[in-house]
């Protein structure tokens, strides 16, 4: 007992604890101190990237789409609207098992393989904090499925949203063309920011043209978000600025009545104002509903248009390139007298052909025995191919093609629109570059009649019909008429370029020309008679028959023993009334034959309804 007391010292003890105490404090202290110093760190040196993180947990940004700009045609008929549909989004970042997601929302909504795969492509192009959509056009029993089950599925929402929509469905399709879903080829093309929120895009046509005009600028929300990512209320706006509605030139009714007298023919159909340029009728046919292409078309309807053997989705108005067959004589004929090479008056001899000086190959007429004495008004009347023969070999190609390129043979119109050709108007140097070959006059003799080598659209062969209607002014296919903005209900015309004038030896030489297509329609023997005896307005124009293979030396065309498809294309090109034209038309049938018995009466019936308000 006596030692244990001696060994414990309380005064030790008490120093021990002090020390101990001390050091304690002082960590604490210096755990204070840091613990204020971090805090400094964080809410002084760092506040701003901080308060955007905070706030980033219960705001977002949200994208809002601009409206799409509506298409109206000259009078005021709808061709393009917005319609209002539900879509499913998802946002990949709310999400914490995507494909159980999806996997769930297919046991409630129908979801196809294109759908999933268009999905998942698209959520890689983007953020994970962006709606991406998964279905579009839902129904109203599908909307109400998923509300009973919206409790499980966190970061999936319906919205609606305006969807573009066709009234007419097919008619005019291959001048308006379509929109679709935004695509990786699209995004290369487009300011992706501007896009922002937008799932559509102009894919062909007016609406790929005038994309920029119609799609307008997105805007954006800034909205207070709850733990679940539920909306609670918008804390600022940038409204999305909407695209600009257009005013085209066409006439939907005219189009109809084109559309309709085609019937089930293959072909085009193309009508225009010759001193403005501006389209009236734009037609293809067969045709399509784009409004199937609008959401992303299934792959067995998109199969049925490809493998279809009459080619709906083919533009024949802009991209059929056809040779011109007798068309082309007028324009051959202005060149004629226009290098001194014939004369009004002056007069052949046609037989039933026509041989190359010094040459054995008959070029033969499609009248037997010919037309006999002929001059250059009784040529176009009757389209007597020797006469054009002969012609065109004292022409030479090279002056026949300077000319003819006046008209804007060989190249694009430049129609407001998308995918158009621009034929093929041979040249020596053409035929040396493509075939490695020289030119042969026996291939000058053939263009001569809108044959060979020579190729043309239909937007072209109306083209040059409205430039000889005017007299050599030129002439600007184009769709648009004028553009609203939808805010202010301000209109703003189209921009109207001046255009070089054809400039003849003798101004005599148009009337000398037209005055021959007004007998093509007026005289008993002209190949267009049929069409313009009893019309109550003035009619010039000219027929054309192109051949779709070459015949064997004497072989004869025979229709009856031919399959459809090898018969050979009617044309017929016009304009009236043509003292003073108001109306240019161009008209292919494909495999329909001659051009004054088919062709023909299709431009009747639209110069019909068009001049006289009548079908």
């Known amino acids: 007992m006596v030692a244990y007391e001696a060994i414990k010292n309380p005064l030790l003890e008490r120093r021990l604890f002090q020390h101990r105490a001390l050091l304690a404090g002082v960590a604490i202290v210096l755990l204070v101190c840091v613990s204020l110093i971090r805090l400094a760190y964080l809410q002084i040196v760092h506040h701003e990237h901080y308060a955007t993180l905070s706030k980033d947990n219960r705001v977002r940004l949200v994208a809002l789409p601009p409206p799409r700009g509506l298409i109206y045609d000259r009078n005021g008929v709808l061709l393009a609207e917005n319609l209002p549909a539900y879509r499913l989004e998802i946002t990949p970042s709310e999400v914490g098992d995507l494909d159980q997601t999806l996997h769930g929302l297919a046991e409630i909504i129908r979801l196809e393989e294109g759908d999933l795969s268009r999905f998942r492509g698209e959520v890689g192009r983007k953020q994970p904090f962006q709606a991406t959509p998964l279905r579009f056009n839902l129904s109203e029993e599908e909307v109400a499925r998923f509300a009973v089950n919206r409790y499980r599925f966190p970061g999936v929402e319906i919205n609606a949203r305006l969807g573009r929509h066709y009234p007419l469905t097919s008619r005019g399709v291959h001048a308006m063309g379509y929109v679709g879903r935004i695509n990786e080829e699209d995004l290369k093309r487009i300011n992706t920011n501007n896009y922002t929120g937008t799932s559509h895009i102009g894919k062909v046509g007016i609406e790929r043209y005038y994309e920029e005009l119609l799609h307008g600028e997105v805007g954006y929300q800034e909205v207070e978000i709850n733990a679940q990512g539920r909306v609670l209320r918008v804390l600022a706006e940038q409204p999305p600025v909407p695209g600009k509605d257009i005013v085209l030139s066409l006439d939907a009714s005219l189009q109809q009545v084109a559309e309709e007298s085609l019937g089930a023919e293959n072909g085009a159909v193309v009508a225009l104002d010759p001193n403005t340029g501006e389209i009236l009728a734009l037609v293809s046919t067969p045709t399509y509903d784009p409004n199937l292409f609008v959401n992303g078309i299934s792959s067995r309807e998109y199969q049925r248009l490809r493998n279809d053997p009459d080619r709906p989705l083919f ?155 005017v007299r050599g002014r030129a002439v600007q296919p184009h769709f648009l008429h004028a553009s609203r903005d939808p805010r202010t209900g301000e209109f703003t015309p189209r921009t109207e370029e001046a255009r070089p004038q054809i400039v003849l030896q003798d101004p005599r030489y148009w009337d000398q020309v037209i005055e021959a297509m007004i007998a093509v329609t007026r005289k008993r023997n002209g190949t267009a008679y049929r069409i313009g005896k009893d019309a109550p307005y003035t009619i010039a124009g000219k027929t054309g028959t192109a051949q779709v293979f070459s015949l064997k030396k004497d072989q004869r065309y025979d229709s009856e023993t031919l399959d459809k498809r090898l018969h050979d ?47």
Not at 326 to 350: C, E, H, M, Q, R
Not at 596 to 607: F, Q, W
Request: with cysteine; glycine share 14%; hydrophobic share 40%.
């Open 569 to 615: 294309h009617a044309l017929f090109i016009a304009f009236a009334p043509a003292e003073a034209p108001e109306i240019a038309v161009a008209v292919v049938v494909e495999n329909g034959g001659h051009g004054g018995s088919v062709a023909a009466p299709v431009a009747r019936r639209v110069m019909d309804y068009y001049l006289l308000g009548k079908s």
């Open 315 to 469: 533009n024949r108005a802009l991209t059929g390139q056809y040779p011109p067959g007798s068309t082309i004589k007028p324009f051959v004929a202005l060149a004629g007298l226009n290098y001194g090479v014939t004369w009004a008056d002056k007069t052949i001899w046609a037989g039933g052909y026509y041989s190359l000086p010094n040459g054995r190959r008959r070029f033969r007429d499609w009248k037997r025995g010919g037309h006999g004495e002929v001059n250059l008004a009784k040529a176009i009347t009757q389209s007597c191919d020797v006469y054009f023969y002969d012609l065109a070999y004292r022409l030479g190609i090279d002056h026949l093609h300077d000319f003819l390129a006046h008209f804007g043979f060989g190249q694009r119109a430049g129609v407001d629109g998308s995918g158009e050709r621009g034929g093929l108007l041979p040249s020596r140097e053409w035929k040396r570059q493509a075939h490695d070959q020289p030119w042969f006059p026996g291939e000058t003799v053939i263009v001569g009649i809108g044959q060979g080598y020579l190729l043309t659209t239909p937007v072209q062969l109306a083209k040059a019909t409205g430039i000889l209607a």
